[in-house]
Every structure is written in structure tokens, then in C-alpha cells.
């Protein structure tokens, strides 16, 4: 190529990267780096216009993205010093991709020669007039005339304003192991390579660049139930991005027990004291195609949850123990197929319910039954395929509903499917079926459907003190056990062992999202009550039970709830909730006055009567027990009740 070639094509790349620098001084505190080039027409060496640039760094699902100008410049501010993989693609051109190492306070610089797809029309990129030597000279001086200027216009602006250093680029975090996913804004000076107006200060901010491969990535999810709100990654690195969680609160239930113990509930536990609820550290790992995710959990979470599992009682080995610390952990593998296709396997936090189980992504901090008695965790290996952006088909592989082991001879098998056609329109199923999930009852299966759909009717474009955006979800739920004494529908096989239920909420948000209030509720009916949470009298928990409140075919369970939610949130990253809410069951099933403890403590027997003394009376049935206890009056109960009340202020953190 020839002096004059090389000038022509050099100078609006010139252009475009002497001006990504200029901006700089602004961002210097990030230590932050840019990415800038040309593609040409690997035949005829001709500039190629809107090819579409595609910017993703090396292991994660980090992404930015561009289109070129008319001279086929494009440049991509404010980037992370590390690897980045590029992308290159044109109607009428084979996808071009290369790897670069972007540094600190430096532009990378790039080339792409395009080679023309046989298979599809080649754009038109007829070669440009020659440019003589004076015209090219004059290009030159004018460029540095221009260089000049906006030189002298820095200075000006830095002498007339305190020195501040805007906030970095907004990058989407995209893991699409769970449902939540931002909007890409981007905060590049010149994107696509095109160059800055000669008045700053009238220049129309660009709009941001749309990724249009990264799943449910084109649209602003974080209005969603169940879905966190955070758009930045603070603790985001090269290989690993770092996740804290910290949920603290305090509860007074208005029947004051006087041992402080609530039952019945998969969020609030203890009342009139001050709580960790939750405390997870850790995040996800990202080298290459590699995926991983592990998430510690504390607080009184660790202790709670495992409680609800019966299936540790199959066989040797602790695994609530093992387990109990550890509410995420997997490790995978991203395959580029479609839009993505991820296998991972170990133990998944479940979808089941709409609502996440880390409350900070919540709407409401106590959920309805559907959501509170449902699975909070699977084991075993899952398969999430996209095969378009707004379309994801989730199967399982299972040990069971909610079990670290498998209970008797059958695995369970499910899965979600998750479909986002608009941006405010959401629908989830969740399906269960083939497993045996009741212990030592090998040939009883359970059947579990879970669907939600989630609807923003209002939103504000230009959001300002009033109602910014105002939403909706609702989730119905349908289950049965059939077999062994049991049927789904009732009849000569046995009484009808099944769960029906719905929660409807709704959510307005005002004042820039600084303020939310959410009002909702829900039902269930529950007959056999083997979704109903095993109530902790006496230490009690799913694989003891209690005779309290015992579950057996047709046993009935029928409870409705409502809940008023108040949020402040400062930050994307805190929230401030105050809630009010009410639960009522047809049996007696919340704790009252008297509490759930026996006489002198839980005596380590759960699953017998306890006596007035607070001894164990050795014996499941009642009459068994008075004898044992010398007389009826010499058994100890629990003080239930049908209602329970609930004032609840908790201080919500995830970074």
C-alpha cells in the first residue's frame, strides 16, 4: 500500500482516537482504557460502514458494542484494562474475531479485514475517489487544528469548574444462570468512531448501544419480582465477580410468644429481636467458556432451611451439615450454541415460587405460601439453552423437590421455561414430575406445576417526582401426591392429597425509584399438608415431625395471607423495608402467648407428646401419652393459633 493509501485510511482512524484520548483526564481516577480501529474490505481495501462491533471481556458475560461509522471507524471508551474478545460482523461479510489486550490510559488499536460471504450479497463498499497529496495535507492540518482546539476548550472548562470525575460506564452483568438482566448503557464518547459536534456542549447524548446476543440483555429487567435491581458490579475483576449479601432484621409478632419463636414461616423466625437473617459471600467465576458459582450462607438461614428437608435421614452421612453453609455452588460450561447454551452442576437455588430466595430481590420480605412453602433449593444438574434472546427452555436433573438426597428410587425431573417477548412482559412455568419424594413411602409421586406471569403497565419515560412505573405478578400453583393411600382427584384409591395456590401483588414505584410500595397476597389449600412447613415445637423438623401437627391423607390445611410493603432505597445497592402483614389458617398453626417450647426446653424428642413436666412421654398417640404422663391433664401443648399478625423493619445490602 502506498504513502497515500495508508493516509487516507490512517486519518479518520486518527481522528477518532487523538479525540477518545482527549476525554480522558475526566476519567483518569479509573485508570480506564479504549479500544478504537477500522474494518475494510479485505478485496478492495475499501472502508465497510455499519458493521456491527461487539466487545466482550475475556470470561465473562461483560459486553459493549458499537456500529461503524461511514469511513468504518468505530472506537469503544472506558474499558477495564484486560482481555477482550472483538467481533466484527456485516451483512454480505463472513464474522471476523480477534483478541486484544486493552491497558490502562492507552488506546488499542484494531484492523479488521473483511472477507465477502459467498453465501449472502456483499454490500456495496465501491472504492472511494483517490485523494491527492494536497488534499491529504490539507486534511492533516485541519485535524490538528481541530486537536488544538479542543485542547484549549479542556483547559477553559477545567479553570471555570471544580475538577469531578463522572461515574464509569454502566456495564450489564449478564449471568444467564439466573433471571436477572440489565439494559447496556454506554457512556462512550464517539460511538461508532463518529466525531464530536464542534460545540460540546450541543451535542445530543448517544443513545445507548443495544446487545442484541446476550439473552433477555436488549431490555431493563431489574423492575422484576424476584429479580435484584443492581446494574453496577463493584466487586467485579478479570476472572471473578465478587457477590455480598446482608439481610438483618426485626419482626414483632403481635401475639407476643414468650419464647420469641415463630413457625410456619421460610423468613421471619424470631420476634421482638434483632436478626442476621442472611449473610451470603461469594459470586461467580469466569475464565473462558468455564462457568462456576459458590455462595456462602450464615445467619439464621443456614439453620432454617435445612430443617425443611427430610430426605437427610435416607442412609449415612450428614449432608445437612455438609450442606448447610452453602446456598449456591456449581461449576459449568458455556457452549456458543444459538445464544447461548449452559450445563452446570451442584446445587442451584429454585426458581419455584417467582420470588428469589435472598429477600433483597423481593418485593414483599414475607411472601405468600406459594412462594414460602415451596422449594428453595435443587441438587443435582441443570441444562439452560436459549435458542433466541428472549427465550429460555431450563431442564432438570434432580435428586428431588427440595432435597440434598434422593428419598426412595426415582429421580425428579423438571424445568423452567422463561419467555420475555416485550419489555414489559414476563412469563415463567416451572414443571416437576416423576419423583418419589416422601420418606419411606417408595411408589407415592408428585406432580408440581408453577407459572407466573409479571406485567409493567405504566412507566415514565423522563422519571421525576411522581409515580415512575407501576407493576404486576401473579402465580398460580397446582400439585397432588398420588399413590400408596393417596390419589390427586379423591376417590377409591384413597383421599385427595393436593396443593392449590395463587399470590397476586402489585408494585408502584415513585420519585426516581427511590420510594416503592407493594401491596399483595395470596392462598393456598393444602389437604395432607406434605407442602405445609412442619411447625418447630419441641425442636421438631421435617424428618421428625411433630404430633402437634401432624400430616396425614386428607389432613386439612387452608391458609390465606396479605402483606403492605414500604421501601426506601438510596442506593441500587441498599434497601430500608418496613412491612406489615397477616396470615390466617383454618387449624390452629401459629404461634401464641404460650409459645412452642416445652417446659424447661426441647427435651430432644419432637416426635413424641411432651409432658407437663417438660419429659418426654416416649409416645406418638395422645391417649398413649396421658397414660404415660399419669393422666390428661399431665400432657403439655403448644399455644397455636388460627392468625398471625406481623410488624416487620429489616436493612437489605447486595453488592
Known sequence: MNRKSLVSAGAPACLALQLAMLSWPAFAGDALGALGGITRDSKGQQPVPETSIVVRAAGTDTVRSAVTAPDGTFSINDLRPGQYEVTASRRGF??????????????????????????????????????????????????????????????????????????????????????????????????????????????????????????FADADWTWLNGNSRQKDFPLDTKYFTGEFRADTHYGVDFNQPVDHSMGGSSEVFRSGEVQLEDLSIGGDLHAGNMRGRVLALFGMFAATTPRNDASSAVGQWDVRTAYRYI????????????????????????????????????????????????????????????????????????????????????????????????????IIGNQYAVGNDNLGLPHRGRYHTDDSVEVKYYDVAKPGNGIDKMAFTFTGDMGCETGQGVTCHGGKGGPKQSFLGYMLYNRIWWHKDLF???????????????????????????????????????????????????????????????????????????????????????????????????ASSGQTDLTAAQGACGGPGNVWFPDLRRGQALLMLSVMVKL
Open 327 to 426: 446456598s449456591e455452588a456449581y461449576g459449568g460450561y458455556h457452549f456458543n450454541v444459538n445464544h447461548g447454551l449452559n450445563v452446570d452442576a451442584g446445587i442451584f437455588v429454585s426458581y419455584v415460587g417467582l420470588f428469589s430466595y435472598h429477600n433483597f430481590d423481593n418485593w414483599a420480605y414475607q411472601p405468600s405460601y406459594v412462594s414460602s412453602n415451596t422449594p428453595w433449593f435443587f441438587n443435582g444438574v441443570r441444562v439452560q439453552w436459549f435458542p433466541t434472546q428472549h427465550l429460555k427452555i431450563e431442564p432438570w436433573f434432580i435428586n428431588g423437590w427440595q432435597s440434598y438426597n434422593k428419598y426412595n428410587g426415582h429421580p425428579g425431573l423438571g424445568g423452567q421455561i422463561r419467555w420475555a417477548p416485550k419489555p414489559w412482559l414476563n
Open 94 to 215: 463472513a464474522e471476523a474475531r480477534t483478541h486484544v489486550e486493552v491497558a490502562a490510559l492507552s488506546v488499542s488499536q484494531l484492523t479488521f479485514l473483511l472477507a465477502a460471504d459467498a453465501a449472502a450479497p456483499v454490500a456495496n463498499t465501491s472504492p472511494a475517489a483517490p485523494l491527492s497529496s494536497t488534499t491529504i495535507e490539507a486534511e492533516l492540518e485541519a485535524l490538528k487544528a481541530r486537536i488544538s482546539q479542543l485542547e484549549t476548550q479542556l483547559k477553559v472548562q477545567s479553570a471555570a469548574a471544580p475538577p469531578s470525575v463522572p461515574a464509569p460506564a454502566q456495564s450489564a452483568k449478564v449471568l444467564t444462570a439466573t433471571p436477572q438482566v440489565g439494559q447496556i448503557p454506554s457512556n462512550s464518547a464517539f460511538p461508532g468512531g463518529t466525531p464530536v459536534a464542534d460545540s460540546p456542549q450541543n451535542q445530543a447524548p448517544a443513545p445507548p448501544a443495544v446487545d442484541t446476543q446476550t439473552p
Open 516 to 614: 416503592a410500595m407493594t401491596l399483595g397476597g395470596g392462598a393456598i389449600n393444602n389437604p395432607g399438608r406434605y407442602l405445609t412447613l412442619v411447625l418447630p415445637v419441641n425442636g421438631a423438623d421435617a424428618v421428625s415431625g411433630t404430633p402437634y401437627f401432624p400430616a396425614y391423607p386428607g389432613a386439612p390445611f387452608k391458609a390465606w395471607d396479605t402483606t403492605a410493603t414500604f421501601d426506601f432505597m438510596p442506593s441500587q445497592f441498599t434497601t430500608f423495608r418496613l412491612e406489615f402483614g397477616y396470615r390466617h389458617a383454618n387449624v390452629p398453626y401459629w404461634s401464641g402467648r404460650g409459645g412452642i417450647t416445652p417446659p424447661g426446653g426441647n427435651n430432644g424428642a419432637p416426635a413424641d407428646f411432651v409432658c407437663s413436666s417438660g
